[in-house]
Each structure stands twice: as C-alpha cells, then as structure tokens.
C-alpha cells in the first residue's frame, strides 16, 4: 500500500449489531380512469415429461460417486403457430462430485474428492392445448400492385380517331404492409428430475486394494425430467378504473372484517358479496 494511503476503518462493519432504520408508508398514484396494458397473458399451462439417455466419460477413474448436483436450463420455447406445436430445447448441468485413489492397501485406501460439471443436451417437441386462452391469429404481411392508365396514339396503319388505352407497362408501383405479431414465450414454473445412474466397464485397479472396491470411468444415465412451464403472449388488456379513493391500504382488513367499502372496486365488491353469500348459509369464518 502507498505511503499516502490511509488503512480504512471498517469496523463499523464487522460488529453484529444492525443500526435500525425507520421507513413510512408512501401513498401510492394509480390511473383512477381505467387504462390500456400490454401485459403478457398466460395462454397455457402444461407439464411436460422428457425422457433423456446419454453418456458421461470422467476425465479420470473414480471409485464412487458422493454426489450429483443437477440444474435444468431452457435454452428455446417457440410455438409454432397454426399448428399449436411447442419446440423445447435446454440441457441439464450436472456436477458429479466423485473420490479418486493415491495410495492404497489391503485395509483400505485414500484419495481426493474431484468433481466434473458437464452439460447434458435434450430437445422435444409437444403438442400444446390452450386451456387458458387461444393466442392472438398472427397477421399476415402483404403487398398490392397499382398502375395508371395511359392513353397513346396508334400508327399510320389505324384509323386517325382510333387510340390505345391500356396500363403503363414502363412502371411499377407497389403498396407493402409488414404486420409485427407479439411471439409466444414461455416461464419455467418448477421441474423435477428423476435419474437413474449405472457405472459402466468396472475393473479391479492396479497394485494392492481391498477386494471389494472397483474402479471406472463411463456413467450410463437415464433421466426423467417433468418440466411445468406456462406458454404467455403479450396482449392488451383492460383495466377498469379504481374508484375508491380511500382504499389504497387496509382492503383486506375490511374484506376480512366482512365490511364492504362504500365504493369498493369490482373485484373486491365481488369477494364481499361472496363472503356475505356463504354466511347467510351457515358458514363461518376460522
């Protein structure tokens, strides 16, 4: 460190204590008058189940395995549209914790702990149902050709009055239209992974080792991945106006209190009714 450097003090830091900080409430600004969003929509929900078999080569001989960590990433979700087909591409990272050998004897053996991270590719293709909403018809470009009319004379072997009226074929004039379509994309939800893995080409090593222990270096495994996804389009959407100026904070209070807002908004005015409805049928709150 340079001379004209001061050492920083950073023992505020380090103590365990945290200063307490107080915060206030700031009254939220929404549109009153109803607006136009374009938010994205859910269009589906599906669970999709691939199937993936494949090989792993370790960079050198293990012994065991002590631990396989395992993350799924989506790489492409693309919706064919027209033809409600779902093509899903990713891999699956994985990251073999497994113990090598040094030194060993007829009691036992010692070595170190290594790990190799490998990425596992898999694809398919799914039909989709759309059990929340279709998705907007895409719109097709298209182009239309215009003339004018041109008016000419004939030669000397037509009559003096005769004309030709006709298209000008010494132009061309065209009217395109390019429409931009919102694309379809996909949200993972969650995914689960089942996998069974078999160690393949286990061999006794070379020199002294208890009788029981193999080496190898090939893994065979076959996973199952259940993948939950949602399929969404951007799309715009109404929202109708917020009337109670006096419930930016507390509507739950009052819903659960079943007292309804003078000027609650639809949603919350529904919720109320509802509650009221069940209670006039005998039910009653926790």
Excluded at 175 to 185: A, G, H, I
Excluded at 186 to 191: D, G, K, P, Q
Excluded at 281 to 286: C, I, P
Aim: net charge negative.
């Amino acid at each position: 460190m340079p001379d004209n450097c001061t050492q920083p003090d950073v023992f505020y830091f380090k103590n365990g204590a945290e200063g307490e900080c107080t915060n206030t409430k700031v009254r939220p600004h929404p549109v009153k008058r109803g607006a136009i969003v374009k938010v994205p929509v859910v269009l589906a929900e599906l669970s999709v189940q691939i199937n993936v078999d494949s090989l792993i080569t370790l960079p050198e001989p293990a012994f065991e395995v002590k631990q396989i960590k395992k993350n799924l990433k989506l790489t492409q979700c693309i919706l064919a549209q027209n033809t409600n087909k779902l093509f899903l591409r990713g891999f699956v990272r994985k990251n073999i914790t497994y113990s090598t050998r040094d030194c060993s004897n007829h009691e036992g053996f010692c070595g170190d702990i290594r790990h190799y991270t490998v990425d596992v590719p898999w694809s398919c293709v799914t039909p989709v149902k759309f059990n929340v909403r279709k998705p907007a018809p895409p719109l097709l470009n298209g182009s239309e050709e215009f003339q004018y009319l041109r008016k000419k004379e004939l030669g000397p072997e037509f009559a003096g009055k005769d004309f030709l009226e006709s298209g000008d074929f010494s132009e061309f004039n065209q009217v395109s239209t390019e429409l931009f379509n919102e694309l379809p994309f996909c949200e993972i939800i969650s995914a689960t992974i089942t996998e069974f893995d078999e160690f393949l080409g286990r061999k006794r090593p070379h020199g002294v080792i208890p009788f029981e222990e193999f080496e190898f270096r090939t893994i065979e495994e076959k996973m199952v991945i259940e993948l939950t996804l949602k399929v969404l389009q951007k799309r715009q959407v109404a929202v109708s106006a917020f009337k109670d100026k006096d419930c930016y904070e507390g509507c739950d209070e009052k819903m659960l209190d079943g007292k309804k807002p003078e000027t609650a908004p639809a949603e919350i005015q529904q919720v109320a009714d509802l509650v009221e409805a069940l209670e006039n049928v005998g039910w009653k709150k926790a």
